[in-house]
């Protein structure tokens, strides 16, 4: 039977890069409650996985009557140091991460949850990339606070926006700085669920 993807976000990136794939599906939105899943002794690789998996959980719950959905689901965290940054709370929280994420390298983490809503078999994996900041002044900081674009990214910025000007370089899977490691995704519905996306 042919797969009905689902995708479990609202984002407009996983949303461009699953359409870049040539992939059709449709969005789903769960209330995941992602403050249930905690940070405290367990590592980034895990923790994103967790996450993808809460949300892919309850997207299911939603289509649970679709037997032939696939359920994809993802979630990306930045780890700076050893501390996990999620999206910030308010333009202060942002600064203060792109304050430490100045000049130095860290590493972007992205889970990704694939659910057979009909089997109920679920797979998770985590792609990562390390980027390496540019030395940033207080004031370009803020400029690029001020774009609006840190507000609801990871670490407090965007790769595949303006906040690509703020990055020296990367090593890694590129595509799960932006939000979900397509190669990753690939290798799950190919080997795993017998799915060829092309």
Excluded at 8 to 17: D, G, M, Y
Excluded at 36 to 42: E, N, P
Excluded at 67 to 77: G, L, Q, R, S
Excluded at 84 to 106: C, R, T, V, W
Aim: contains cysteine; glycine residues 8%.
């Amino acid at each position: 039977m042919t797969p009905h993807f689902i995708l479990a976000s609202s984002s407009p990136r996983r949303k461009e890069l699953l359409a870049s794939i040539g992939l059709e599906y449709d969005v789903v939105v769960p209330d995941a409650d992602e403050s249930a899943v905690s940070r405290d002794g367990i590592t980034p690789e895990l923790y994103v996985q967790e996450l993808a998996l809460i949300k892919a959980a309850a997207a299911a719950k939603l289509v649970l009557k679709d037997k032939n959905a696939v359920i994809i689901a993802a979630d990306t965290v930045v780890s700076n140091n050893g501390e996990i940054l999620g999206k910030p709370e308010d333009a202060e929280d942002a600064f203060n991460m792109l304050s430490s994420l100045s000049g130095h390298k860290h590493t972007v983490y992205t889970g990704c949850c694939v659910m057979s809503v009909r089997s109920g078999k679920t797979v998770c994996r985590t792609s990562s990339a390390d980027v390496y900041f540019k030395e940033l002044s207080a004031d370009k900081i803020w400029r690029y606070i001020a774009t609006g674009e840190p507000a609801d990214k990871a670490g407090a910025y965007g790769i595949q926006g303006i906040g690509g000007t703020l990055v020296e370089k990367t090593d890694g899977d590129y595509q799960s700085v932006v939000g979900l490691g397509i190669s990753s995704l690939s290798d799950i519905l190919e080997n795993e669920f017998n799915i060829n996306i092309f």
